[in-house]
Structure formats: C-alpha cells, structure tokens
C-alpha cells in the first residue's frame, strides 16, 4: 500500500472540517432580491404513495357495488372478496395516515427551520457572520412558527443548515447574549475591541494577516471566520496587513 508521508495529518480534523461528517438536512440559500430562502434535504426518502395494488382492490370493489346499486341489487362478494377488500381498505387507510404524518413533519419542521431563518435574518444575509446572531430561545420560534416549544426542542434536536459558508447545528442558533443600548451585540463589540487590540500590539515589521489576527482572536475564546475580520477591520478604518508596515 501507498505510506502517508504526513501520518499525523489523519488525525487533524482541519481548520475547517469537523468531524464525523454530517448530512444537512436544511439549505439555505440566498435568492436575487437578498433574502433567505429555506429549502429541506429530502435525503433518501422516497416518494410515498398508496400502493397501487391496494387502491386498485377498493376501485374494483366500489364499481362492483356500483353496478349491483345500478340494478337495483345487493353488491353480493365471495367471502374471500369481502375480507380482501376489508384488508385493502384497513391497509390504504393506513398508509394515507402515515403519508400525511409524514408531510405534516415536514410542514413542522419547515416552519420551524424559516423561524430560525427570520429571527437570525441578518446573520444569514451577510454570509453567515457570528456576531450578527441576536439572543434566541425555543419560545421565540415557538410563537413565530406557532407550535409548541416542546415542538421547536424536537424539531432542531440533531438537525443541521448547510449555507453556502458552511454547516450549523440548528442548536448553534440559540443563545441569550445581550445587546448593547445601540442595537450592536455584546459579540461584535467584544470581537471589534479585541481586533484594535491585537493590531495596534502587532510586530509593525511584520503585520498580521486576517487570517492571522482571526487565530489570535480565536486563541482569545473569539471564534469568527477571517472574513468577517476583514469586515471588522475595514469598519475599524484599518488598513490590510501590506499597508499596515
């Protein structure tokens, strides 16, 4: 076989990667006029329709009893016709219950997931920054997507949204952080502070890089992605690294 000549590299998960790997079951996208649009990863799950052969028996049966009704008689069935038709009937009541529990659970969790998406509207419109996340609770996407909380709990337990800058927990999108009196999250403040911070420290003859000050920052317990560093920084009147020497 083929000898790795970094062995240590299967063990690393990567900046980016997490593991083990997971099958978002939302995606959010965002469409031409700017909003988010929510769609769900169906998976494997195939199309479920009665099964034919049973709906057939109940059609065969009912213009049987239709003819007989015609002519003014008793619809007369072998027993054997009479507990068939039984059991088709039992069989596709049943399967058009569980179709429609099926559709309904989509429904649910459809609702649940454009909750999210609305109440956490500016971190996914401006490719996906953290610190754009407002306080959230299951109750308030429990009123928003009029259902119960104990729904909401169960609809984002193991669930994730893929977006076109990575893969979330749907329990990532909770929290309860404040906001300061502008309306500007305790996170962004806190990140921008330290961002100033970690640039006006810096070796003036060799700046950090974004990718650079996002790693101290994350060594700072400030996890956020180098572009929204570049966001931060520009909003901070700071120039890039070239310029900074």
Excluded: C, W
């Amino acid at each position: 076989g083929h000898l790795n000549p970094r062995p240590g590299s299967v063990l690393s998960d990567g900046s980016r990667a997490s593991a083990p790997t997971v099958v978002p079951d939302f995606r959010v996208t965002i469409d031409t006029e700017g909003n988010p649009v929510v769609s769900q990863h169906r998976g494997d799950l195939p199309e479920l329709r009665v099964s034919p052969a049973f709906a057939e028996t109940l059609v065969m049966h009912r213009a049987a009893r239709d003819r007989a009704a015609e002519r003014g008689e008793n619809a007369t069935l072998s027993r054997s016709q009479e507990e068939a038709f039984i059991y088709a009937r039992q069989k596709v009541s049943a399967a058009q219950s569980f179709i429609e529990s099926v559709r309904r659970r989509f429904q649910t969790l459809q609702s649940v997931m454009e909750a999210i998406v609305a109440l956490q509207r500016e971190f996914f419109v401006n490719d996906d920054d953290e610190t754009l996340l407002v306080p959230m609770v299951l109750k308030d996407v429990a009123e928003r997507a009029h259902v119960d909380i104990s729904t909401v709990s169960r609809a984002i337990n193991s669930k994730y949204v893929e977006t076109d800058y990575g893969v979330y927990s749907l329990r990532h999108f909770f929290s309860t952080q404040f906001t300061s009196a502008d309306g500007e999250t305790v996170a962004a403040r806190q990140v921008k502070a330290a961002l100033a911070e970690i640039v006006a420290g810096e070796d003036k003859r060799a700046p950090l890089s974004d990718e650079a000050i996002a790693d101290a920052l994350a060594a700072r317990g400030l996890k956020v992605a180098r572009r929204t560093v570049s966001k931060y920084r520009i909003q901070l009147n700071i120039p890039k690294a070239g310029l900074r020497r």
